[in-house]
Nanobody, 115 residues
Framework: QVQLVESGGGLVQPGGSLRLSCTAS????????MGWYRQAPGKQRELVAV???????NYADSVKGRFTISRDNAENTVYLQMNSLKPEDTAAYYC?????????WGQGTRVTVSS
């Protein structure tokens, strides 16, 4: 059974930082591209950052220079370090594991940026 378990969300003031973690089980983690997506209320889910099995990284323009994605294949975990958070970063953040023939999603962790 495949599981992606996110953690690290919460309430933070504008300008603050959070680190999200997503630990996978039931897959050969190193084979998968791992991504973080987010969905704000009333909006579509959008890609935040992705790191491929080979270590290539892409970010949404809105988070470039503020967010950093990384992975630890030994721990089956992908991280999202979020700095200089803005109110518009408020959303549910979802972890995704992608390989050519399948996708898996975590249950989401909520990030609220507010003073």
């Amino acid at each position: 059974q495949v599981q992606l378990v996110e953690s690290g969300g919460g309430l933070v003031q504008p300008g603050g930082s959070l680190r999200l973690s997503c630990t996978a089980s039931g897959i050969i983690f190193s084979w998968y591209a791992m991504g973080w997506y987010r969905q704000a209320p009333g909006k579509q889910r959008e890609l935040v950052a992705v790191i491929t099995s080979g270590g290539n990284i892409n970010y949404a323009d809105s988070v470039k220079g503020r967010f950093t994605i990384s992975r630890d294949n030994a721990e089956n975990t992908v991280y999202l370090q979020m700095n200089s958070l803005k109110p518009e970063d408020t959303a549910a953040y979802y972890c995704n594991a992608h390989i050519t023939w399948e996708d898996y999603w975590g249950q989401g962790t909520r990030v609220t940026v507010s003073s």
